[in-house]
């Protein structure tokens, strides 16, 4: 998946929560996400992603992407 510029991932009480742009809680690894966006085909997707981070995410997570493009809460 590749969040919105701004997300981030942290530990609340050993449970992993992402948070968006706002510091707000967008949901937590392990449960239901309601999500907008669409898989994009890697090079496309890519794209999305900082230059100097690309290799690496290519090597560590091949194949699809998912663009996410809004929450649903």
Sequence with gaps: ???????????RGGVLVVLDDQGDDVGRIGHSFGLGGGEVRE???????????????????????????????
Excluded: D, N, Q
Aim: proline share 7%; charged share 30%; with cysteine.
């Design 1 to 11: 998946m590749i969040w919105p510029f701004g997300s981030r991932l942290v530990e």
């Design 43 to 73: 090079e496309m997707g890519l794209g999305f992603v900082a230059r100097k981070l690309r290799e690496p995410a290519r090597t560590r997570c091949p194949g699809r992407y998912w663009v996410v493009g809004e929450v649903v809460r």
